[in-house]
């Protein structure tokens, strides 16, 4: 009987999990689907002004009520919704591009190298996102092309780090001592070896990440660095509602719930797919 | 002992390099300091005198041997931009920084293990999943959006809390009051973190066998939860505490913006917005020790309560 019971919690569990993941999926689906066809579904022009709605609360011909400016706050959460994902996804895609490969080169070469790369990612890691972020992005200048870059530069240290440890321990199998001393090309041996075991992991943890790369665009462009104006990004809309927080909130509040339902839909892909592929949590 | 110097040891040569970069960064970004100062129209001699003035017209070897024998004097430098002292400005800045990030993860610890336990031992029951959407609603939250969200509730509507500034440091009453809210926001997101790495590590911990022996001899479960279960679970929680509090402190600096809080994110940001490289260059070298000291403090908590880590493995 006991077994039984815990033989359907088990089951439960199971389905739980995956059903995290697929609503995660789903709303994520909605929110691509929206800022892909955003041209279609806005009401408004997202840089329109219009000085007789100023600040208007949400009502029938602007959902989600107007700014300072008038412009339509659905109009442009859509809009900025399309550049969150945009950097999102490319900054995360160049992180783990490059930062895979630095993992990898670093543990397959051993020695001084990996010494070097490695502790250059511990430094890189013992910022705050928010500070380095900021450095670089002064360093750089705003622009969208640059905030990809320096959000790709924060990614690349956790992808490198990702992809050391399991490097290692394959580099010492003894199969891959064996191809390699037969004449294999070795680096491309490790990668053909390595790959295939820490896809799963690389997966779950880029979903997840990428709800930290929209969360630190976010930030950026909040503090005013990220993607100039007038093109709407979701943070730098919070922060022009700030100063009408107290009679026209919608103008802030409504940017920052875009961001918290993106991030939410990865980070609920991102552990539904955690729990699915860590064993340890099923016996 | 040795294991404390050790650590220290090691968190030397990462704080000079960290500040080498922010140097480097500094140095890097485009626009020259003394004619940022002086604006568009300045003379070329008075950008020449004001660059003598600066220090910057001596090879930047040299710039940067000053630079660190300042670091060493617990002297910053001067603004471009007022010319004073920054280390004046970082004196008043760095306890309100310090009060905000203590609080925030005192908050952290104290409501996430807790939870972390309670979900745990209530596995896949409905407070479990609770609790799991709680850590993953937090952990989605933008920093400076919670704190939006908690100053429009209790600051301007329920008029609970003043809405900005950083209070009185001498006056404890109105110190707190403006303390809880941006902390109380950091806190929460480190609750999130938190409770979910404490489960984790139970759920992983209830696994093992010594668990299975203990519960096989017949022991209470309460005796097999205090006694065999938390004492090891909570060491990994240790540890990613740490790593979470560097999280923490990248959103202090969000969080003193929403607030209006005079710390040293608020300094940086305007430093930023102003091109006072010299004021940044200081304030990420702050950030880069709290970070450090804050590894350090760490790895001393973990090397406590973990007794083999000091025998030196």
Excluded at chain 1, 55 to 70: A, I, N, W
Excluded at chain 1, 117 to 123: E, G, N, P, Q
Excluded at chain 1, 182 to 199: K, M, S, Y
Excluded at chain 2, 87 to 105: R, V
Aim: glycine fraction near 10%.
């Amino acid at each position: 009987m006991a077994e039984e019971v815990s033989q359907r919690r088990k089951i439960m569990g199971i389905f739980f999990k995956n059903r995290t993941a697929i609503i995660g999926a789903i709303i994520t689906l909605i929110i691509i689907l929206m800022a892909i066809f955003a041209p279609w579904i806005s009401p408004h022009d997202p840089l329109e002004q219009d000085v007789y709605h100023r600040l208007t609360p949400p009502e029938h011909s602007h959902p989600l009520g107007t700014d300072m400016y008038g412009r339509g706050v659905f109009s442009r959460v859509l809009r900025g919704m399309q550049i969150s994902l945009l950097v999102g996804i490319l900054s995360v895609l160049g992180g783990m591009i490059i930062g895979a490969g630095v993992g990898m080169v670093g543990a397959y070469k051993g020695g001084k190298v990996e010494a070097i790369l490695m502790r250059a990612i511990d430094i890189l890691m013992s910022f705050p996102d928010e500070v380095l972020g900021i450095m670089i992005m002064i360093v750089l200048g705003s622009g969208l092309f640059n905030v990809i870059l320096t959000i790709t530069i924060l990614m690349i240290p956790r992808f490198a780090r990702l992809a050391h440890a399991p490097t290692l321990a394959v580099k010492e199998e003894d199969y891959i001592t064996a191809t390699i001393s037969v004449g294999a090309n070795d680096l491309r041996t490790i990668a053909r070896h390595v790959l295939p075991n820490i896809f799963g992991e690389i997966l779950v943890m880029s979903t997840l990440w990428l709800g930290t790369a929209i969360r630190v665009e976010a930030s950026l462009s909040f503090l005013g660095m990220g993607v100039a104006p007038p093109t709407p990004t979701l943070g730098g809309m919070i922060r022009d509602g700030v100063d009408y927080l107290g009679y026209a909130p919608w103008v802030s509040l409504f940017p920052g719930l875009a961001i918290l339902i993106i991030v939410f839909a990865f980070n609920m892909i991102g552990d539904g797919l955690r729990d699915i592929t860590d064993p340890k949590l099923y016996t | 002992m040795g294991y404390i110097i050790r650590r220290i040891l090691i968190a030397i040569p990462t704080l000079f390099i960290v500040v080498t970069i922010a140097f480097v960064m500094i140095r890097v970004a485009p626009g020259d300091p003394a004619e940022a100062r002086l604006g568009d129209y300045a003379t070329k001699e008075a950008v020449e005198a004001l660059q003598e003035e600066m220090g910057l017209n001596v090879p930047i070897w040299l710039q940067y041997l000053r630079f660190l024998k300042g670091l060493l004097q617990g002297n910053f430098g001067r603004s471009i931009l007022n010319g004073k002292p920054i280390s004046n400005d970082l004196k008043t800045a760095i306890p309100y920084s310090l009060e905000l990030m203590f609080t925030g993860i005192v908050f952290g610890v104290l409501l996430g293990i807790p939870l972390g336990i309670y979900t745990a031992l209530r596995r896949n029951a409905l407070p479990d999943y609770m609790g799991r959407a709680f850590s993953l609603i937090g952990l989605s939250f933008p920093s400076f959006y919670l704190g939006i969200l908690l100053l429009l509730v209790f600051a301007i509507k329920l008029h609970l809390f003043p809405v900005v500034g950083g209070g009185d440091l001498h006056n404890l009453g109105d110190n707190l009051s403006h303390l809880f809210l941006p902390a109380f926001t950091l806190g929460l997101i480190m609750t999130a973190y938190i409770t979910r790495v404490t489960r984790s590590s139970i759920l992983e911990v209830l696994n093992e066998d010594y668990v299975r022996t203990a519960r096989s001899k017949g022991l209470r479960e309460r005796i097999v939860i205090y006694k065999h279960v938390l004492k090891n679970a909570l060491l990994p929680v240790t540890s990613l505490v740490g790593v979470y509090s560097i999280v923490l402190i990248g959103g202090s600096i969000m969080v003193e913006i929403v607030f209006s809080r005079p710390g040293v994110g608020k300094m940086m940001i305007g430093a930023m917005k102003q091109r006072d490289y010299t004021t940044l260059q200081a304030v990420v070298a702050v950030y880069a020790s709290f970070v450090v000291i804050l590894n350090l403090l760490t790895d001393l908590i973990y090397g406590v309560i973990d007794p083999r880590i000091k025998r030196g493995r």
